[in-house]
């Protein structure tokens, strides 16, 4: 990167960062009146309605055969995540929910490897063991600071971050020549549908918000997470993606964890031994998983 982009990368980064930092206490506070299938489902449908305008606008600028891509990136980057999340977050807290988030770099890596051609040092193999032995380490630590089973709802968080890492090389060398407001304002054009019917055909939203205390509060929440986290976070994320590398660009989650725990301690959540402890294995071997050859 020449000077100005470097300039105009790092601060996008730490937009990001404060932005889907954020996210976690967001999709808490969405939690405690809705369910995850429901946060999952609002999360995409409201992202929409703010870029509405924009994609019926947009979406005649692109070829029809570039519609499926754009369908399976929102799918990837934006839907799966966004019921995997809510619903891990059921049965983790949100500052160990951002913790393990840091996973997405390390994915960005193994799926750039596997499958698009890229090339890394060997360390970069000891730096995905290490930031794996860090999740599970998160995954075990208890309440009370000791360790026990596996809490297996981590997974759901992993498996996002394989979506994010599979969807950022996709989107790198697979779809060329969009500008990123296209990319993320269709990419929702094309989800939308699918979470409309969901929350209308399958859940009881509508109801909550009429009789359930708290709810319109619940839903404003889940309304800022949408537009700030998911619409205006993925467009400076299709921003910053164009000026740097994948690897460059999913290192956001260096700094994320650090936003998400401080919003956890101070919404009452407690980090002990074994959580610092997780953190620090995950963001060590995402360094070295992302010194590329």
């Given at each position: 990167?020449?000077?100005?982009?470097r300039?105009?990368?790092?601060?996008?980064?730490?937009?990001?960062?404060l932005?889907?930092?954020?996210?976690?206490?967001?999709?808490?506070?969405?939690?405690?009146?809705?369910?995850?299938?429901?946060?999952?489902a609002?999360?995409?449908?409201?992202?929409?309605l703010?870029?509405?305008?924009?994609?019926?606008?947009?979406?005649?600028e692109?070829?029809?055969?570039?519609?499926?891509k754009?369908?399976?990136?929102?799918?990837?980057?934006?839907?799966?995540?966004?019921?995997?999340?809510?619903?891990?977050?059921t049965?983790?807290?949100?500052?160990?929910?951002?913790?393990?988030?840091?996973?997405?770099?390390?994915?960005?890596?193994?799926?750039g490897?596997?499958?698009?051609?890229q090339?890394f040092?060997?360390?970069?193999?000891?730096?995905?063991?290490?930031?794996f032995?860090?999740?599970?380490?998160?995954?075990?630590?208890?309440?009370?600071?000791?360790?026990?089973?596996?809490?297996?709802?981590?997974?759901l968080?992993?498996l996002?971050?394989?979506?994010?890492g599979?969807?950022?090389?996709?989107?790198?060398?697979?779809?060329?020549?969009?500008?990123?407001?296209?990319?993320?304002?269709?990419?929702?054009?094309?989800?939308?549908?699918?979470?409309?019917?969901?929350?209308?055909?399958?859940?009881?939203?509508?109801?909550?918000l009429?009789h359930?205390?708290?709810?319109?509060?619940?839903?404003?929440?889940?309304?800022i997470?949408?537009l700030?986290?998911?619409?205006?976070?993925?467009?400076?994320?299709?921003?910053?993606l164009?000026?740097?590398?994948?690897?460059f660009?999913?290192?956001?989650?260096?700094v994320?964890?650090?936003?998400?725990v401080?919003?956890?301690?101070i919404?009452?959540?407690?980090?002990l031994?074994?959580?610092?402890?997780?953190?620090?294995?995950?963001?060590?071997?995402?360094?070295l998983?992302?010194?590329?050859?």
């Amino acid at each position: 990167m020449n000077d100005p982009n470097r300039f105009a990368a790092v601060t996008l980064l730490l937009v990001l960062s404060l932005i889907w930092g954020t996210s976690f206490i967001l999709i808490k506070q969405g939690l405690k009146v809705f369910s995850p299938d429901e946060v999952g489902a609002l999360r995409v449908a409201a992202a929409f309605l703010f870029l509405m305008p924009v994609a019926f606008t947009r979406v005649r600028e692109i070829q029809p055969k570039e519609y499926w891509k754009l369908f399976v990136s929102g799918m990837l980057a934006v839907f799966i995540p966004a019921f995997l999340f809510a619903t891990a977050q059921t049965h983790l807290s949100s500052s160990v929910a951002g913790i393990i988030n840091t996973l997405s770099p390390v994915w960005t890596v193994i799926i750039g490897a596997a499958f698009f051609s890229q090339r890394f040092r060997g360390g970069a193999i000891l730096g995905i063991v290490i930031s794996f032995i860090g999740c599970i380490v998160l995954a075990v630590v208890r309440d009370e600071g000791t360790l026990g089973g596996f809490n297996a709802w981590a997974l759901l968080i992993v498996l996002a971050c394989a979506c994010y890492g599979l969807n950022l090389n996709f989107i790198k060398f697979k779809v060329i020549g969009l500008d990123p407001m296209t990319l993320i304002s269709v990419s929702l054009l094309f989800i939308a549908p699918l979470a409309y019917v969901y929350l209308f055909g399958f859940t009881g939203f509508t109801d909550k918000l009429l009789h359930v205390p708290g709810a319109w509060k619940a839903f404003m929440f889940i309304a800022i997470l949408a537009l700030m986290s998911t619409a205006v976070a993925n467009l400076l994320f299709y921003k910053l993606l164009r000026i740097a590398s994948p690897l460059f660009t999913s290192s956001v989650t260096y700094v994320m964890p650090v936003v998400s725990v401080m919003w956890g301690v101070i919404d009452g959540e407690v980090l002990l031994w074994g959580h610092f402890f997780g953190m620090a294995l995950i963001l060590g071997g995402v360094f070295l998983a992302n010194q590329k050859k």
